[in-house]
């Protein structure tokens, strides 16, 4: 299930050296954010260092990126027996606009297609939000030594959910193109804007 994305932006693969853009996300949510994804009282060292490996080879994250900008990002890290561990963080600014399931969607997806059978959040009683976006997915939500554990079922993959990767991965790379190219054009304007005011002052 996945609602309508109301958010204009990109969401796509991020690369494993797009670090800074997984660090500089991180490190832009406010306190409760970080607490209910970090489960602590982080530093931003600590976050940084985290994010120096949140990209290996066991993992793989969906970010969405508004104007080359991180602003949500879905993480999936692989564990044994056709398990998967999941976490998603979307910047306050940009909650409500159907980012966080649309990144959810997206690595559902992916997850499928690498044979993961099952995604498990595990997340504080008060991140209230994860317990939504994993029953929206009909998750199985369980308690135990006080945190909240969810478990979505990933169907096996199929030729049409392939190919469906292969073209979303296409689509967000030409989108991503096409935003940059619009991103240097505005860069460019302003500038000349610019340097047209002082020309006048």
């Not at 958010?7 to 660090?23: C, D, H, N, Q």
Request: hydrophobic share 45%; proline share 2%.
């Amino acid at each position: 299930m996945t609602d309508e994305l109301t958010a204009s932006g990109v969401i796509r693969k991020l690369m494993p050296w797009e670090t800074a853009l997984l660090r500089e996300h991180f490190l832009r949510l406010d306190p409760e954010a970080r607490h209910c994804r970090f489960a602590a009282g982080v530093s931003d060292d600590t976050i940084s260092g985290y994010a120096e490996t949140a990209l290996g080879a066991d993992a793989l994250v969906h970010g969405f990126l508004v104007d080359g900008v991180l602003r949500g990002a879905a993480e999936l890290r692989l564990l044994e027996d056709n398990a998967a561990e999941v976490a998603v963080t979307v910047e306050e600014a940009w909650r409500l606009t159907g980012i966080g399931t649309a990144l959810f969607g997206r690595l559902l997806l992916t997850a499928r297609n690498r044979g993961v059978r099952s995604l498990v959040m595990t997340c504080l009683p008060a991140n209230r939000a994860m317990q939504r976006l994993a029953a929206r997915f009909d998750g199985k939500i369980s308690y135990a030594s006080g945190d909240v554990f969810a478990d979505v079922k990933a169907e096996p993959a199929s030729p049409l959910s392939l190919w469906r990767e292969a073209w979303r991965d296409g689509s967000s790379v030409a989108a991503t193109v096409l935003d940059a190219q619009l991103n240097l054009m505005k860069r460019a304007s302003r500038r000349s804007t610019e340097i047209a005011g002082r020309g006048e002052s």
